[in-house]
């Protein structure tokens, strides 16, 4: 951080603040204290008679590869509300019924995704902006190899496993640096 976001000022120290624990930039000219913060990915694995779409990246980061259709959530609205967007910008696919099921922490990274089950509102679906190929895909079709992320690998594997032994539960996991 080069200035202050509030005043302007490069008057900015890396110190832990009085009454903090961390480590933070702080304005020396205003007294402003900038938290950094870990960022919010929301997304939604629909499904479909028992099938799953999944969307084909037409950009970066792992462009060319499959995900759960996921991305950051904007200011204003729920995760429930991010992840149906999210779904409908990648796939314009709708979806109801968004119920929780994995949250998955990315720490050294500062991301924690949070991806909901839905049902999709029917077989209606597309290639939306950010996707090259939007795709329904039953357990044994699931292209692993090519799968984007690995919280969009730990989704599908806890939502197959939950299908076969009939239950829905949350799942929460990490993805450990090193």
């Known amino acids: 951080m080069n200035f202050c976001s509030h005043c302007g000022s490069d008057q900015l120290e890396f110190r832990v603040p009085e009454g903090d624990n ?4 702080v304005c020396s000219n205003c007294g402003v204290i900038h938290y950094s913060n870990p960022r919010i ?40 509300q991010g992840a149906a ?4 910008e990648e796939t314009l696919a ?13 720490p050294h990274i500062n991301q924690v995704y949070i991806h909901f089950l ?3 509102n029917g077989p209606d679906f597309g290639v939306g902006e950010e996707s090259a190929d939007v795709r329904l895909f039953a357990e044994e079709e699931i292209p692993w190899k090519e799968i ?24 929460i996991g990490v993805m450990e640096w090193g």
């Open 85 to 88: 967007r999210e779904v409908w």
């Open 118 to 120: 839905a049902e999709l």
């Open 22 to 25: 961390r480590p933070r930039y």
């Open 41 to 80: 990915v929301t997304g939604c694995l629909p499904v479909w008679e028992g099938r799953v779409l999944l969307a084909r990246r037409a950009i970066e980061p792992r462009k060319g590869y499959w995900n759960v259709p996921s991305g950051y959530m904007e200011n204003g609205e729920t995760v429930e």
């Open 94 to 106: 709708r979806v109801q019924e968004l119920r929780l099921h994995t949250v998955f922490s990315i």
């Open 148 to 171: 984007a992320f690995t919280s969009s690998v730990f989704t599908l594997e806890h939502y197959f496993e939950d299908r076969r032994q009939g239950r829905q539960e949350v799942h």
